[in-house]
């Protein structure tokens, strides 16, 4: 019955999803790339993960300057030994000179709390890129937390079960970061399979 009922629930999400917060994020990318601006891509755990995959695909399907702080692994330990946690993220987007053309692309489960003190590496990247008025998007799965409050488009991953909400975000957010690279207005080389004949 579990993967009946898993499969069931991922089915229920893609079904009421609000694709008006999917659009609107697809109209931001669009304006960023036109105005030769960056994404970082952001996130923790597993949002870390899909934040160096989707910065693959952008780069290489939506031709995005796209970059993943999680990558640089030698710079990130060093700023977390040397400069705190808190900031290893937010220091290297005030290093790579965040600017307005620019945007912060957060994956996170909860999208971070200040009250709880989580993920604060994700809140203090989202407070730089609001000082530099850069664009903040992102995709989570909860609607309390501070990437849904403060982000200028947020893709929310509904709740079908609250034993489940953090396989269903982030398995949700590959496939809409794939929606997002796929769509045509922002996909501009194929993908290999696609193009073989």
Not at 156 to 184: C, F, N, R, Y
Request: hydrophobic share 40%; proline share 3%.
């Amino acid at each position: 019955m579990f993967i009946q009922n898993y499969l069931s629930q991922v089915s229920e999400i893609a079904k009421i999803i609000d694709i008006n917060s999917i659009e609107k994020m697809v109209h931001i990318l669009i304006q960023i790339r036109a105005h030769q601006g960056r994404i970082f891509f952001i996130g923790s755990g597993g949002g870390a993960g899909h934040a160096s995959h989707a910065t693959c695909d952008f780069r290489k399907l939506g031709g995005f300057d796209a970059y993943c702080p999680l990558d640089n692994v030698s710079e990130l330990t060093a700023r977390i030994n040397d400069e705190g946690w808190d900031t290893s993220l937010s220091n290297y987007l005030l290093v790579s000179r965040l600017q307005e053309n620019d945007c912060v692309f957060v994956f996170s489960v909860g999208g971070g709390s200040e009250e709880k003190n989580i993920s604060s590496n994700l809140i203090q990247a989202i407070k730089t890129a609001k000082q530099k008025k850069a664009k903040v998007v992102g995709i989570v799965g909860k609607d309390g937390g501070y990437t849904y409050q403060f982000a200028d488009a947020c893709i929310l991953i509904p709740t079908v079960d609250t034993k489940m909400i953090t396989p269903h975000a982030e398995g949700m957010q590959a496939v809409l970061w794939h929606l997002l690279v796929s769509h045509p207005d922002l996909q501009i080389h194929p993908t290999k399979w696609e193009s073989m004949k």
